[in-house]
């Protein structure tokens, strides 16, 4: 069972760093497997929603859907580095603070991770809410506006208005992408105004970005790199991006 897991999470890497891919690609990256399984981990990937099966291959689920797909995709993408992330960024989260946390799958991953002590929870995210409404003793607020139906999170002129006057200790940024020229960036421009709103008014600014989201361009750029005070990744990233980072005093974990 562990090696079948295994292979189909290296399946689903593969098809992301890829985008798309031939089953004969496929079959060169495993040649020891027999054509019927890897047929099978693709159906089965696909009725996972983690991948898509086209004929002759699959595709990437950003691929098809574009970097801010249906969140019930992407929660699913990448897991075990979005569970590392969030036991990384745990730490940062310090009693009677008062701290933001973005929608996304990995930012939801951390309020999954939270632990019960007294702290003032901003976020746009409706799962993130869901999942930080568990814990007794935190206040948990949600801006209002409008709902991104792909990432389910709320953005708009209200929820903008409602969070220029917040000052927070800290925020936890989600971001789909990440390019030199580009900044960091989302498919949405109310997400990315947003966003910035949250990043002007924080004291510390922390990106939580998985390794797969380094040099590839995005629509809209939420800050440039020397916006944030810190990225808390996996433990993927290039060593290129690292280096910007510690000439940049920002911090990688």
Known sequence: MEVMEKRRSEIVSFVNEQGSITFAQLKNKFPSVSEMTLRTDLKVLDQNQQLIRIHGGAKSLNQVAGNDDFFKKRVVSNTDAKKMIAKKAIPFVEENKTIFIDSGSTTTMLAHHLKDQPNIFFTSGLTCAIEMSKLKWAKVSLPGGNMNLRSLSLNGIEGVRFLE??????????????DDKTGFTCE??????????????????????????????????????????????????????????????????
């Open 188 to 253: 949405s421009l109310e997400d990315a105004v947003l966003k910035r709103t949250v990043i002007q008014r924080a004291e510390k600014v922390i990106v939580l970005m998985d390794s797969s989201k380094i040099d590839k361009k995005g629509t809209y750029t939420i800050c440039t790199l020397d916006e944030v005070d810190a990225v808390v990744s996996d433990d993927m990233l290039p060593e290129v991006f690292k280096e910007k980072c510690k000439n940049l005093g920002i911090a990688v974990y």
């Open 165 to 178: 006057k917040i000052n927070f200790d800290i925020a936890f940024i989600g971001v789909t992408r990440y």
